[in-house]
Each structure stands twice: as structure tokens, then as C-alpha cells.
């Protein structure tokens, strides 16, 4: 048999027995946290260089629900940007030691950066379908205009479900590493005060051998709001507070001691602040900052000063 031969037969066992690395990470947000509210959905999602693309991906959380309510075909109920380098890789046998083995060789990085946005498709009871269409691109392999990708969201029984056809290049099947983000804006209703369990699910575009998929389980907090002023500078603030209800109360610029007049006092104490022998309170350091410049120094004395001598 000829030496050729040998080698080919070994190229097909070594890809018969090719792991590739798939190990991508998703970060899950809701922005408010608070209970029984709607909340901005964020997914970020990024993978590390040499990876296998990822296919499609999905996210099942326990609890909430999607509202789409008001939803019509052609809104946008969503945003997000990709960037990647996209390179090519091409799959080579010849390792540096010139042997055969399996690698992929990529060409030259040029970082892609597209914006896109997420437009409602169709809405079919407890199902909303959505396409994915760039809005800019510095690369015209990504044109701008609708894309293949696409999101469906979906209200189960108990919880709900996002899931994701993704946009990447298919440069072998092989990422050099890339980070997407997508925010879906409004649509979660958040359930009670308490944890809220997200179980995403990655499908990969070449399976490793056995085939597994990547799981990843995250836990996010929802909680009770408490309303009030949230600002540690005025003067009726609460600590306890999440939620401002712009109820926050403010003094007088240059009030040290809250007596709602200024004096010789308050100069003494803007002094020490400057000097350091006074550790302010977060009310004292806005009431000594009487120029409003974000710090406290020798030209808020001078101001205040001013303000005092000035019938």
C-alpha cells in the first residue's frame, strides 16, 4: 500500500475522532429586578476563539412571562450588536512538528461590528415569532437588511421560553471568538419576590463525538420594591429604598449643620472637610461642594464666603 494511501486512512480516523471545544457563555439580566413589573430582557452571549459556532440556542425560565401585548408585525421590540472576527478557517492536517493531526489555520482577523434589531415577524397565541435585521455593518459579507436569524418567544404552562437561531460566520464551522448582545425591551413580566431559574441550552454546528449539547443554569434574583428617596445626599433618604419616588428633600448649598442658614459655622466646616479633619456625610459633602463642580476644595470656601458676605 502506498505511503499516500496510509496517510489518507489516517486523516479519516483522526477526523472520526475530533473533539472540538464548545463551551460558550451566556449572561441573563433583567433591568428593573422588581416583582409582578416589566422588565428589559438582556442576553449577552460570547465564546472563545476555536470554538465550534453555535447553531441555535434556547433559555426556559421557571417563573414570568412574555407580554405582547400591543405587539404588531414590523415593531421593533428589540436591539443588540454582534462583533466577531471572521477570518478564514480552513481545516489543515500539517502540524508544526510536519505531521498530520487535525487544526484549524485562520487567515487574517478583520473585526465585524453590526447593530441590529429585533422586529415582531407574526404573533400566534402564546407564541411571537421575530426576525433579526442589521441595521449597520462595517463588513458587506453582513449586509445590512434582514438577516437568517430569528427569535421566538414562547409563554409554557409554568414559565416561558426564548430561543435563538444565531447569526455567525460559518468560517468552517469555527469561531475566532465573538461577543452578541440582545435585549428584548419590555416584553418579561417578572413573577414574585424570590429566585428565578434560567436554563439555557447551546446546540452546536459540529457536534463533538458522543453529540452533547452545552447547559448552563443561572439564578436570578427578583425582588420587592420599596419606594422612597434613594439619594444619600438629601435629607430625607432611605437606605432601604430601591425605588426613587422623587420624594428626595435637599438643603441649602452650604448648610453644614442643617440650622437653614449659613454662618461662620458652616465655613469652619467646609475648612475641615478640606483640610481632612472631617469626615463628611454623604448630605455634607453636596451641601460643602457650593459650586456644584462634583468636589470640595479651597474655591468652595472662597464662594461660600462670598455668599455669607453679601448683604
Do not use: R
Not at 477526523?15 to 457563555?25: E, H, I, K, R, V
Not at 432611605?238 to 420624594?247: F, H, K, L, R
Not at 438643603?251 to 440650622?259: E, R, T, V, Y
Amino acid at each position: 500500500m502506498k505511503k499516500t494511501t496510509w496517510i489518507g486512512i489516517a486523516v479519516l480516523i483522526s477526523l472520526a475522532f475530533t473533539q472540538y471545544s464548545f463551551n460558550p457563555n451566556i449572561d441573563i439580566t433583567l433591568n428593573p429586578n422588581y416583582e409582578l413589573t416589566p422588565s428589559d430582557f438582556d442576553i449577552v452571549v460570547s465564546q472563545n476563539q476555536n470554538e465550534t459556532d453555535i447553531l441555535q440556542f434556547s433559555v426556559v425560565l421557571d417563573e414570568g412571562h412574555w407580554d405582547f401585548t400591543g405587539l404588531q408585525p414590523g415593531m421593533v421590540a428589540g436591539s443588540g450588536t454582534a462583533n466577531f472576527s471572521d477570518g478564514l478557517c480552513d481545516e489543515s492536517f500539517a502540524n508544526e512538528e510536519g505531521g498530520y493531526g487535525p487544526a484549524y489555520v485562520c487567515g487574517p482577523s478583520n473585526d465585524t461590528e453590526l447593530q441590529i434589531v429585533v422586529v415582531v415577524d407574526q404573533l400566534a397565541g402564546s407564541e411571537a415569532y421575530f426576525f433579526v435585521s442589521i441595521i449597520s455593518s462595517n463588513n458587506p459579507e453582513y449586509p445590512v437588511g434582514v438577516s437568517p436569524a430569528g427569535v421566538i418567544l414562547t409563554n409554557l404552562e409554568t414559565g416561558c421560553e426564548v430561543d435563538v437561531a444565531y447569526l455567525q460566520p460559518d468560517s468552517g464551522n469555527i469561531t475566532q471568538g465573538f461577543v452578541s448582545t440582545m435585549e428584548l425591551q419590555g416584553l418579561f413580566i417578572n413573577p414574585a419576590a424570590g429566585d428565578l431559574m434560567a436554563t439555557s441550552t447551546f446546540v452546536p454546528e459540529v457536534y463533538s463525538d458522543p453529540p452533547e449539547d452545552f447547559s448552563d443554569v443561572d439564578i436570578l434574583s427578583i425582588i420587592a420594591p420599596v419606594f422612597g428617596c434613594t439619594d444619600p445626599a438629601a435629607l430625607n433618604y432611605e437606605p432601604g429604598a430601591n425605588v426613587d419616588n422623587g420624594s428626595c428633600e435637599y438643603g441649602i448649598l452650604g448648610d453644614m449643620d442643617q440650622n437653614n442658614s449659613l454662618d461662620v459655622l458652616d465655613i469652619v466646616s467646609v475648612v475641615g472637610i478640606v483640610l481632612g479633619n472631617i469626615t463628611p456625610t454623604e448630605y455634607q459633602l453636596w451641601a460643602a461642594d457650593i459650586n456644584q463642580d462634583g468636589s470640595v476644595n479651597v474655591l468652595d470656601i472662597v464662594e461660600l464666603v462670598s455668599i455669607i458676605l453679601t448683604p
